[in-house]
């Protein structure tokens, strides 16, 4: 059964860090591996998808790497600002179309 | 992209009534969708799984008598939550897939949902 796991749990840094989320998953044969932001109150949105033929995708000051083999993904955020302040989870299919499973989270606070 | 569009985004309702929360796939076709409920700080909980012109699977412990979901077009489906009580009062979020799979799962903004 796929588990999906996700550290740190909770992250508060300075505006202007580089940082790195880690996102980790047991079984290696997956579709494809999608990152969400949520904020409190609201629904998730899709940060990034990377495929399973994919090695990374990048969007703005993200920066999603995906390797299979050894079950791992990173999400990489550039000069944080304090609007990345949010739940971010990291997301594989269960299997084809059925639904995601998530990690619980990485809790990101970037104060000013 | 893909969008997906949430009804409403809170509700209150009385203790014994329902509730309808639609979920539309605005500019693709999505034949599932899913629906998940999440508590306050906790992670989003897999209800049922919606496919168009079928019945929903739900989730083992979900009640599908409470939770009615109906998903009549390629681009709509429903939850109803029947004879409301107190403890329903959640966050329900709704997620598709485009056919094809190009843009992932995309997610409903969400419906808070509280019952007095």
């Known amino acids: 059964k796929q588990e999906v796991t996700q550290i740190p749990a909770a992250l508060s840094v300075p505006e202007g860090e580089n940082l790195v989320l880690n996102c980790s998953f047991t079984?290696?044969?997956?579709?494809?591996l999608q990152w969400f932001r949520q904020d409190p109150g609201k629904g998730l949105t899709s940060l990034l998808l990377?495929?399973?033929?994919?090695r990374e995708q990048t969007s703005g000051r993200l920066n999603a790497s995906l390797d299979k083999s050894s079950g791992r993904s990173t999400l990489y955020i550039a000069a944080s600002q304090p609007g990345d302040s949010a739940t971010y989870l990291c997301?594989?299919?269960?299997?084809?179309?059925?639904?995601?499973?998530f990690g619980k989270g990485t809790t990101l606070s970037v104060s000013s | 992209g893909a969008v997906v569009s949430q009804h409403p985004s809170w509700v209150i309702c009385k203790s014994g009534t329902s509730v309808k929360i639609e979920c539309r796939s605005l500019?693709?076709?999505?034949?599932?969708m899913f629906w998940y409920r999440q508590f306050p700080k906790q992670s989003l909980m897999l209800m049922a799984t919606?496919?168009?012109?079928?019945?929903?699977?739900?989730e083992q412990g979900v009640e599908k008598d409470k939770f009615l979901i109906n998903h009549a077009s390629l681009t709509l489906s429903t939850l109803t939550v029947t004879s409301a009580h107190p403890e329903d009062s959640s966050f329900y979020i709704c997620?598709?897939?485009?056919?094809?799979?190009?843009?992932?799962?995309?997610f409903g903004s969400g419906t808070r949902l509280t019952v007095v």
């Open positions: 990377i495929q399973s033929s994919q």
């Open positions: 500019d693709f076709q999505a034949t599932t």
């Open positions: 997620s598709a897939r485009d056919l094809r799979g190009d843009y992932g799962y995309t």
């Open positions: 079984d290696s044969a997956i579709y494809n």
């Open positions: 997301a594989v299919p269960g299997g084809a179309g059925t639904a995601l499973i």
């Open positions: 919606s496919n168009e012109g079928s019945k929903a699977t739900y």
